[in-house]
């Protein structure tokens, strides 16, 4: 493999890449704005500025729909990967992602409840994420229950429990989409399970914000642990890391940020499972590294993959899972045949 790159020097790259793509995604899309309104309309929000009432159709489009929007595709990005890299080291698999623990098919549950039937519509705009959260919880408890023994939580019956849980759930959406009397409410779903930020709105970044910047910060302050744990559970012990203990830890934050990610955005695939993988190409296998990177490049990601979800057949919008698994296909196939790399970053 390639000597790891210097982590400092990559992170101000990938913050400055980030600024960008931010911007890139607040100034282009389908309703042509000026890049001179676009900055304009940014510095009014930011500062509490004044427009003219001619102006309240282009900043209506800049501030609230799209920086949120791309403001948010950051967070799940950043919250994908980050979580990604925390479940593979929780299962010790190469092949898991934020969804193999069967939280964001539980999640899709709650969702479907809404969008098709009206569910918590008392709730308002906030019923969606609401219930779609709550069920996700319901299936972190279901699934732990079921993969907990006296001997705690072991990767296989983590796995195996999950992906379980993850058919059922699936299942009974699929049924809910079937069902449903609605047809524009069964596309509504079915763009939802695929994956999309088209109802992203500055309501939807708070919970999203804050669930991902908790998990940040605890996996960064776990690292050491983590890189003990991913040389098995005998080393981690050697080494005073409760291994069941830090299983459970890990479990929780992933059950609890695939909920509120997937609360805002349904379910993205691939993110969670390549940036991981394409963080220790460029870092290493020290969580440390791949940290401090992993939510950066997943947020870069996300950004410009919404972007592409919402140009590229306009005034169509693409689900922007189809457009992560256009990408993600053929990259994990040329990573699985690139000599020297061993998935898990093996080391």
Same mark, same amino acid.
């Given at each position: 493999?390639?000597?790891?790159?210097?982590?400092?020097?990559?992170?101000?790259?990938?913050?400055?890449?980030?600024?960008?793509?931010?911007?890139?995604?607040?100034?282009?899309?389908?309703?042509?704005?000026?890049?001179?309104?676009?900055?304009?309309?940014?510095?009014?929000?930011?500062?509490? #500025?004044?427009?003219?009432?001619?102006?309240?159709?282009?900043?209506?489009?800049?501030?609230?729909?799209?920086?949120?929007?791309?403001?948010?595709?950051?967070?799940?990005?950043?919250?994908?990967?980050?979580?990604?890299?925390?479940?593979?080291?929780?299962?010790?698999?190469?092949?898991?992602?934020?969804?193999?623990?069967?939280?964001?098919?539980?999640?899709?549950?709650?969702?479907?409840?809404?969008?098709?039937?009206?569910?918590?519509?008392?709730?308002?705009?906030?019923?969606?994420?609401?219930?779609?959260?709550?069920?996700?919880?319901?299936?972190?408890?279901?699934?732990?229950?079921?993969?907990?023994?006296?001997?705690?939580?072991?990767?296989?019956?983590?796995?195996?429990?999950?992906?379980?849980?993850?058919? #059922?759930?699936?299942?009974?959406?699929?049924?809910?989409?079937?069902?449903?009397?609605?047809?524009?409410?069964?596309?509504?779903?079915?763009?939802?399970?695929?994956?999309?930020?088209?109802?992203? #709105?500055?309501?939807?970044?708070?919970?999203?914000?804050?669930?991902?910047?908790?998990?940040?910060?605890?996996?960064?302050?776990?690292?050491?642990?983590?890189?003990?744990?991913?040389?098995?559970?005998?080393?981690?012990?050697?080494?005073?890391?409760?291994?069941?203990?830090?299983?459970?830890?890990?479990?929780?934050?992933?059950?609890?940020?695939?909920?509120?990610?997937?609360?805002?955005?349904?379910?993205?695939?691939?993110?969670?499972?390549?940036?991981?993988?394409?963080?220790?190409?460029?870092?290493?296998?020290?969580?440390?590294?791949?940290?401090?990177?992993?939510?950066?490049?997943?947020?870069?990601?996300?950004?410009?993959?919404?972007?592409?979800?919402?140009?590229?057949?306009?005034?169509?919008?693409?689900?922007?899972?189809?457009?992560?698994?256009?990408?993600?296909?053929?990259?994990?196939?040329?990573?699985?045949?690139?000599?020297?790399?061993?998935?898990?970053?093996?080391?």
């Amino acid at each position: 493999m390639a000597r790891p790159a210097r982590t400092a020097p990559l992170v101000a790259a990938l913050l400055l890449a980030l600024l960008g793509s931010v911007l890139c995604g607040t100034g282009l899309g389908a309703a042509g704005v000026g890049w001179a309104e676009v900055v304009h309309h940014l510095t009014a929000g930011l500062t509490g #500025g004044t427009i003219t009432s001619g102006e309240v159709p282009a900043y209506t489009i800049v501030w609230e729909l799209r920086f949120p929007r791309a403001l948010l595709a950051a967070v799940v990005g950043a919250g994908l990967s980050a979580v990604g890299v925390a479940v593979q080291a929780l299962v010790r698999n190469a092949l898991a992602d934020p969804f193999v623990l069967g939280i964001s098919s539980g999640a899709a549950v709650g969702a479907n409840a809404v969008l098709l039937f009206g569910a918590l519509g008392g709730l308002g705009v906030w019923a969606l994420s609401v219930s779609a959260f709550g069920s996700a919880l319901l299936a972190m408890t279901l699934v732990y229950a079921a993969a907990r023994t006296a001997q705690g939580l072991t990767p296989l019956r983590l796995v195996l429990t999950g992906t379980a849980m993850y058919y #059922g759930f699936s299942a009974i959406s699929t049924l809910m989409v079937f069902t449903a009397d609605r047809g524009e409410a069964a596309r509504s779903a079915m763009m939802w399970l695929l994956g999309s930020l088209s109802g992203a #709105g500055w309501g939807s970044l708070p919970i999203a914000v804050v669930a991902v910047a908790a998990a940040l910060v605890h996996l960064r302050l776990s690292a050491g642990r983590l890189n003990a744990l991913a040389m098995g559970d005998e080393t981690a012990a050697a080494l005073g890391v409760d291994a069941g203990r830090l299983r459970r830890e890990l479990f929780v934050v992933a059950a609890a940020v695939t909920g509120a990610v997937v609360a805002v955005s349904g379910a993205i695939g691939f993110v969670g499972l390549m940036v991981p993988h394409v963080t220790r190409m460029l870092t290493g296998a020290d969580h440390r590294r791949v940290l401090a990177v992993a939510p950066l490049v997943g947020a870069v990601l996300l950004v410009w993959v919404d972007l592409v979800s919402r140009v590229l057949l306009a005034p169509v919008e693409l689900p922007v899972g189809v457009v992560t698994a256009v990408i993600g296909v053929p990259c994990f196939v040329l990573l699985m045949r690139r000599r020297g790399y061993t998935f898990g970053g093996g080391a």
